[in-house]
């Protein structure tokens, strides 16, 4: 008896998709906590996701279709608390993604998807580490920032601000543990990325993740990289 391998692909098809709605409502359950002030729950959930994400990103990519990409730039977001503006001014990009699943699983959705996850999981970890002053935590923030950049930067460059948003945080964190010299670094490649990041719509805040205004205020810290010392000041 031969077997249908319409049938199963379409099978194998639906059941990928269910799993990447399944992350995405964690993705978003996780987002939920943080804007509630409770990062670390918020850790607990996106993890999960990240595990579903990852499993789907192991398997074959022979039904996986490449498919073109309108960007990120009117993707819902959550606000997140902890994170605002130091008394130096230096600004934070404080906006965790909300995710819908797509409805076409494509290459660069699969990437993306396991990228923004990423990124609110480090934004997780850095307003945990810094409401809880905890340095471990800071830490595994600049290198989850660091993971979900490389994974975006070989996609169009309507996804680099993502990219620009997770280099600047990392600076954030990199100021507040003293680490002065890798702060003025990040800073001046968001300063390099800047020519090449298609421009954020002029729009409200309010109405979408990636605006005009905020990357002025991001492109405001590239202003503080001279400003910053290359090394701590001695006591």
Not at 103 to 113: C, P
Not at 147 to 162: P, T
Not at 179 to 194: E, K, P, Y
């Amino acid at each position: 008896m031969m077997m249908n391998t319409s049938s199963n692909s379409d099978s194998d098809l639906t059941n990928q998709m269910e799993l990447i709605q399944h992350a995405c409502s964690l993705n978003n359950a996780g987002a939920a906590y943080m804007a509630s002030n409770n990062g670390g729950q918020g850790v607990k959930f996106l993890k999960k996701a990240l595990i579903i994400m990852e499993g789907i990103s192991r398997e074959e990519e022979s039904d996986i279709i490449m498919a073109p990409s309108d960007g990120i730039a009117h993707f819902p977001f959550v606000e997140i608390p902890g994170l605002e503006e130091d008394e130096d001014t230096f600004y934070v990009y404080n906006r965790a993604l909300v995710l819908d699943p797509p409805s076409d699983v494509s290459m660069t959705d699969l990437v993306f998807l396991n990228a923004s996850i990423l990124f609110n999981l480090a934004l997780a970890f850095h307003q945990h580490g810094k409401v809880r002053c905890q340095e471990p935590m800071l830490r595994k923030a600049i290198n989850l920032y660091d993971l979900a950049a490389r994974l975006i930067e070989d996609l169009s460059s309507s996804y680099g601000a993502l990219v620009v948003a997770a280099l600047n945080n990392q600076a954030h964190i990199h100021r507040e543990l003293c680490n002065f010299q890798d702060a003025s670094q990040l800073l001046q490649q968001v300063h390099f990325l800047s020519g090449q990041v298609p421009e954020p719509p002029m729009e409200d805040s309010s109405s979408s993740a990636f605006t005009a205004a905020l990357f002025d205020e991001i492109f405001l810290n590239i202003t503080m990289a001279a400003q910053i010392p290359t090394t701590a000041a001695s006591a």
